[in-house]
């Protein structure tokens, strides 16, 4: 009978489910089959046996040892991680919902037009070429900010050696880069609130910060908690193209500025340990599951409708 229901709801919405067959199967296919690949971090992982027949290993001592030991830069790189992310989601949601609360009041159409399209450019340029922008501002000896410096008559700045400036260049990077498009996603949302709200505050004589105080910002609550979420499930997760672009294989600044992905890729790379990489994916993988789950339970405590799940 429930075989039957389901033959049945899938003719009757057959137009849509073919719709959603394409995303179904690609995150079939990078999703869950790669799922079967965690077996490795609990195995002496060699090509010659391969990922069946390779020996098992105790779980928490063989592969993942390196994790935990003290004074591991796995444990250096898991807190900057966590650091940098975390800074990532919180400035940027500043920027963001600023700067979509200042587009919602410029009267002007095409220079709205002309200066969302000019905010919104950065998106699409290369982490690539970032890094190479990066480079010739803070290059010590030709650098662009080093020369102004030297011009100056003052001393130049040893960026690349100096790890305690990197945190706040990657936030300002980072910003530069993601806040064109996260505004248009608070500018969608602040352009559906209906102009009666705004009409009504105005003849009771509420100031433009009072509107935005109490109409816009309340309005804009449930979409900064969705965002925040979707942001928090990857805070593990950062930007390998954007790490290793700009920080490369700059050992002076790995203190502030080496984070998961690029340990996990460089150990991968001088180790070829295929298991103890794995551990380090799965140990990062239950991190960001854990850290969802905290921050689904907060949300949902401050808007129930806002929550993930």
Not at 75 to 93: C, E, Q
Not at 175 to 181: A, L, Q, V
Not at 222 to 245: C, E, H, K, V
Request: hydrophobic share 50%; with cysteine.
């Amino acid at each position: 009978m429930k075989m039957k229901s389901l033959l049945t709801e899938l003719y009757r919405n057959k137009s849509l489910y073919s719709m959603a067959l394409p995303g179904l199967v690609l995150i079939l296919l990078f999703s869950y089959l790669p799922l079967f690949g965690l077996m490795v971090a609990f195995k002496d992982f060699n090509f010659k046996d391969g990922i069946w027949g390779s020996p098992w290993i105790e779980p928490f001592y063989g592969n993942f040892k390196f994790l935990f030991a003290p004074g591991s830069t796995a444990m250096r790189a898991t807190l900057n991680t966590l650091y940098l992310n975390s800074l990532f989601i919180v400035f940027g949601i500043i920027f963001q919902i600023g700067l979509a609360l200042l587009f919602n009041e410029l009267a002007g159409k095409y220079f709205k037009k002309i200066t969302q399209s000019l905010m919104f450019l950065p998106y699409f340029i290369s982490w690539i070429v970032v890094g190479v922008i990066a480079y010739n501002l803070f290059n010590t000896d030709t650098g662009v900010i080093n020369s102004l410096l030297k011009s100056m008559g003052l001393n130049p700045f040893e960026w690349f050696t100096t790890p305690w400036v990197w945190p706040i260049l990657l936030v300002l990077f980072h910003i530069w880069k993601s806040t064109g498009y996260g505004m248009v996603l608070y500018l969608a949302s602040l352009t559906g609130i209906d102009p009666s709200y705004y009409e009504a505050a105005k003849i009771d004589g509420a100031t433009k910060w009072q509107q935005i105080r109490y109409i816009s910002l309340p309005f804009l609550m449930p979409t900064i908690l969705t965002l925040t979420l979707l942001q928090a499930g990857r805070i593990m997760n950062a930007d390998f193209g954007m790490f290793y672009a700009i920080v490369g294989e700059n050992a002076a600044i790995y203190n502030t500025a080496d984070v998961i992905d690029t340990f996990i890729f460089r150990s991968l790379r001088l180790n070829g340990d295929i298991g103890m990489a794995s551990a380090a994916g799965f140990y990062q993988s239950v991190l960001s599951f854990a850290i969802i789950m905290l921050c689904n339970k907060l949300a949902r405590r401050l808007d129930e409708d806002s929550s993930l799940f």
